[in-house]
Nanobody, 117 residues
Framework: QVQLVESGGGLVQPGGSLRLSCAASGIIFRLNDMGWFRQAPGKEREFVAA???????YYADSVKGRFTISRDNAKNTVYLQMNSLKPEDTAVYYCAAGGSWPPTRYWGQGTQVTVSS
């Protein structure tokens, strides 16, 4: 059974930082591409960032230069470091793994990120 468990969300002021984590189980983590998506209220889920099994990274234009995706294969965990956060980054952030590119076969339950003063 595949499980993706996100953590690290919360309330942060504009300009602040958060680091999201996604712990994976039930998959051969090192062989899987991993990704982060987000969904704001009233909007469709959108791609944020993804990392190939080999380590190549890709970002949505809206987060490029502010967010960094990384992975630790020894811990079966993917991270999303979010800096210079803006109110428009407020959303539920989802971890995803496997399937086609970007990875969308398996999903976590999501973690809320709220950027507000």
């Amino acid at each position: 059974q595949v499980q993706l468990v996100e953590s690290g969300g919360g309330l942060v002021q504009p300009g602040g930082s958060l680091r999201l984590s996604c712990a994976a189980s039930g998959i051969i983590f090192r062989l899987n591409d991993m990704g982060w998506f987000r969904q704001a209220p009233g909007k469709e889920r959108e791609f944020v960032a993804a990392i190939r099994s080999g380590g190549s990274t890709y970002y949505a234009d809206s987060v490029k230069g502010r967010f960094t995706i990384s992975r630790d294969n020894a811990k079966n965990t993917v991270y999303l470091q979010m800096n210079s956060l803006k109110p428009e980054d407020t959303a539920v952030y989802y971890c995803a793994a496997g399937g086609s590119w970007p990875p969308t076969r398996y999903w976590g339950q999501g973690t809320q990120v709220t950027v507000s003063s």
